[in-house]
């Protein structure tokens, strides 16, 4: 893994077109991205000073209130034997929390760069939404990505993570730095490479997509 350069996310935070969230601003700081980092990848310590919470590796048990954030650390599997591949420093939006031991979320990583936009952008009204009740909105997390055929593209990247598991400390990324995250190389995947990974994640968004219009 390559060296950690000086604080990548300023780097990339001075290419954002506007204030506001947009594909535009993912996409510009993506391409400034792989010219100004080139091919090194971060580990999730990147986001120390852009987080609102940092909770030890063995600190985090997650709460209903958890859902709807974005988190990253080290993981390593138990059934890694078995896995055909895994990412060893998710990137994930929280939807489900079904105990203190497990979180369930959509890993951004898995996703190519072109379908990691969609998917974020079509989620972000609902991460969004004031209109529903905070209990009503974490509840519905997972059930409206899985019947909407407008958040479906969330299931292709939903994955359970077990605490026990998790090998660093657990970034909570601030909002201000999601698109920020979703441009920086932070992805390891073992097993396989990433852009083998993505392009079976795009096949499966056209396969979700498919069995929604029938």
């Not at 290419?15 to 971060?42: C, H, I």
């Not at 209990?135 to 292709?156: C, P, T, V």
């Not at 605490?163 to 909002?175: A, F, K």
């Amino acid at each position: 893994m390559a060296k950690k350069q000086k604080d990548p996310i300023s780097i990339l935070e001075k290419f954002k077109v506007t204030k506001n969230p947009s594909p535009a601003n993912a996409k510009k700081m993506y391409t400034e991205a792989r010219q100004e980092l080139g091919t090194a990848v971060y580990t999730p310590d990147v986001f120390e000073s852009y987080s609102n919470r940092i909770y030890g590796k063995t600190e985090f048990k997650p709460v209903l209130k958890e859902v709807g954030k974005m988190i990253t650390f080290r993981y390593f599997p138990q059934t890694y034997k078995t896995l055909p591949y895994f990412d060893a420093q998710p990137l994930i939006l929280i939807v489900e929390v079904p105990d203190k031991d497990t979180v369930i979320g959509v890993n951004l990583h898995y996703y190519s760069i072109q379908e990691r936009m969609r998917t974020f952008y079509s989620m972000w009204p609902l991460l969004t939404d004031r209109n529903l009740g905070e209990q009503a909105r974490f509840r519905m997390y997972y059930s409206i990505i899985s019947e909407s055929k407008k958040y479906i593209r969330g299931l292709a990247g939903l994955k359970e993570y077990k605490t026990n598991r998790i090998r660093s400390r657990v970034y909570e990324i601030n909002p201000k730095y999601w698109e920020t995250a979703l441009a920086l190389p932070t992805e390891h995947f073992i097993k396989k490479k990433s852009h083998v990974i993505q392009t079976e994640t795009s096949k499966k968004i056209r396969k979700l997509l498919g069995e929604s219009n029938r």
